[in-house]
């Protein structure tokens, strides 16, 4: 029998889960297609290493081709989908191409989420992907350029002063990346100003950063971001961003910091490729466009596909949602794999997925984190240490491990960053 004559699964998404899925479908009696909008993929915990300058782009992407290339059942394809038509099961592509399937997952994340203010979004960028995080990095350094440039004191000032939106584990960890920067790695590398008078602020809308995390390690992770010159606003919702500043409101009064410089890491919204499997039933579709799967990870009324990772809503034995972290996609793509072997070797599906939760952490700079791992609470070095050896770990390949090990143990020793360059259309801002 030819391959083409086999029973079609199509994968939309080369991150951790659509990954993980084409990997445990590597033996099956099928023909397996791969389509993702970039030809890599990209280990996305690492990402804020590369927005500060501490890694470069290759040192955390790894070419789909190369990683599924023994994959004999697997064909990769650089597309867009643009449309699906559960009806006729079949998924079309930017360039017209269209693919038929017996078995579609669903696979493409989440991206920004401006909560109904899309204009910030060109002053504060998100973090999501390589050309963010080049965008973030170019942002960074561009602003100690400007200021060394910056004869007035109050111009100086708000180039020298970055605002972090959202505590969680991405702007924590943005955010303590800025304070080792502005200590450490800059410190002598400027004559008219001292990179030490950065200031550092990260606002969050709960009651402390890393909300989901225990209250111990939020505020070992507070104390952490304290020490690198870091302030931390709590209890507070940002109410304008512009040009020059950030406004807020917090216990009913309005404040304003100015900066130049803003990040946002506070909300996602679900890929919008979830709306059209559930254009006939938008019940199945929560507020921010995630889709609400059956047990075992199914569209409800569609046994054949699949939704796994940030675009779905699923929850744990204890009733609570999951989050949108890689090592919830990853088991549900090993999850999903398995349930389509079980289908093409003519059994049922197996139990409904369950979430090994096996702990969380975030890191606050050189030799500082926070983890709970199997219900056990580290910090300090001792988490910074686990942090590093459990991300080696799970970076796709060796070359990739050894580059970025390579590169954590030099800036370890010597607090440097080697990427710290200014790409793109960034410019100087000019002289009135």
Known sequence: MKVTDKHRIVI???????????????????????VDRRNFHLF???LYQVATGGLSPGDICSPLRSILKHHKNTQVLLGEVVDIDPRTRRVTLGDGEILSYDTLVLATGASHDYFGQSQWQAIAPGLKSIEDALD??????????????QADESWRRQWLTFVVVGGGPTGVELAGALGEIANETLRKDFRRIDPREAHIYVIEGRDRVLSTYPPK???????SLGRLGVTV???????????????????????RIDCRTVLWSAGVKASHLGRLLTNDSPAYLDKVGRVKVTPHLTVPGHEEIFVIGDLTVAF????????????????????????????LTGKSDARPFRYLDKGSMA????????????????WGYPAWLVWLFLHLMYIVEFENRLLVFV??????????RGARLITGEHRLPRRD
Do not use: C
């Not at 939309?12 to 791969?34: C, M, P, S, Y």
């Open 217 to 223: 390690l939020s505020q070992k992770a507070a104390r």
């Open 44 to 46: 996305q915990p690492l």
């Open 233 to 255: 606003i709590t209890d507070s919702l940002v109410t304008a961003i512009d040009a020059t500043g950030v406004s807020y409101r917090s216990a009913e009064l309005d404040h």
């Open 12 to 34: 939309v998404g080369g991150g951790f889960g659509g990954l993980e899925a084409a990997k445990g479908l590597r033996k099956v009696a099928a023909q397996v297609t791969l």
């Open 407 to 416: 590169q954590w143990a030099w800036n370890y020793l010597t607090k440097n």
């Open 316 to 343: 744990d034995r204890h009733g609570q949602m999951l989050p949108g972290v890689s090592p919830v996609a990853m088991q549900q793509g090993r999850y999903v794999a398995g349930i389509i072997s079980r289908r």
């Open 363 to 378: 890191t606050i700079g050189r030799a500082a984190a926070v983890a709970e791992i199997f219900g056990f609470r580290l």
């Open 136 to 149: 973030i990095r170019s942002r960074i350094f561009l602003a100690f350029e400007t200021a060394e440039r």
